[in-house]
Nanobody
Framework: QVQLVESGGGLVQPGGSLRLSCAASGIIFRRYDMGWYRRAPQKERDLVATITSGGSTNYADSVKGRFTISRDNAANTVYLQMNSLKPEDTAVYYC?????????WGQGTQVTVSS
C-alpha cells in the first residue's frame, strides 16, 4: 500500500519559515519524481515545486528564490524548505509521487501565514 505522509505545516508569521516533509512508503522512492502542490481557499491545486529522480528541480515563479525542494532517497523523504513566507502562501500543501503514469498523493498539510 502506497502512503505519502506530509508533516511540518502550521501557523507562521509573514517573513517566517517552515519546513515540510513527506515520508513515502510502498514505492521504490528513488525512481519517482516528487512534487509539492498547494490549494489555496477557493482556488485550484497548483504546482509549487518538483524534483526528478535525478535531482533536477523546478519551481513555480511565485516561490522561486524563497522555497527549496530536496529529497533524501535513503530516508524515502522529500522536503520543502519555505522561507520569507507571505500571506498568499497560505494553502493546503500536498506531496505527489509520479512515475510513468502512476500518480500518488498525500493527505495534505495546512500552512497558514498570518500575523
Amino acid at each position: 500500500q502506497v502512503q505519502l505522509v506530509e508533516s511540518g505545516g502550521g501557523l507562521v508569521q509573514p517573513g517566517g519559515s517552515l519546513r515540510l516533509s513527506c515520508a513515502a512508503s510502498g514505492i521504490i522512492f528513488r525512481r519517482y519524481d516528487m512534487g509539492w502542490y498547494r490549494r489555496a481557499p477557493q482556488k485550484e491545486r497548483d504546482l509549487v515545486a518538483t524534483i526528478t529522480s535525478g535531482g533536477s528541480t523546478n519551481y513555480a515563479d511565485s516561490v522561486k528564490g524563497r522555497f527549496t525542494i530536496s529529497r533524501d532517497n535513503a530516508a524515502n523523504t522529500v522536503y520543502l524548505q519555505m522561507n520569507s513566507l507571505k500571506p498568499e502562501d497560505t494553502a493546503v500543501y500536498y506531496c505527489n509521487a509520479e512515475l510513468g503514469g502512476w500518480d500518488y498523493w498525500g493527505q495534505g498539510t495546512q500552512v497558514t501565514v498570518s500575523s
